[in-house]
Nanobody, 115 residues
């Protein structure tokens, strides 16, 4: 059973930065892709950014230019660098990774941005 563990969330003021981490229990390259989703209260979960096993990335338009997804293969860890945070970025952020038809999820880390 694969495990994903997020860390790095917290409370910041608008304009601030945070870096989220997601540690995987196994070889991160064994996943088809690894990515970040977020869910704000009363809203649907949305894809923020994803990095495929080959290294190609996708970043949602809502965070493009502010958020960067990266991966440290040696540490089996996924990152999300979040800069110029806005109050609308407030949400629970989840790490997710599909593998062989199964989707694995972390428990989430809360990000709160105050104005």
């Amino acid at each position: 059973q694969e495990q994903l563990v997020e860390s790095g969330g917290g409370a910041v003021q608008a304009g601030g930065s945070l870096r989220l981490s997601c540690a995987t229990s196994g070889n991160i390259l064994s996943f088809d892709a690894t990515g970040w989703y977020r869910q704000a209260p009363g809203k649907e979960r949305e894809l923020v950014a994803v990095i495929h096993s080959g290294g190609s990335t996708y970043v949602a338009d809502s965070v493009k230019g502010r958020f960067t997804i990266s991966r440290d293969d040696a540490k089996n860890t996924l990152y999300l660098q979040m800069n110029s945070l806005k109050p609308e970025d407030t949400a629970m952020y989840y790490c997710a990774a599909p593998k062989g038809g199964t989707g694995y999820w972390g428990r989430g880390t809360q990000v709160t941005v105050s104005s």
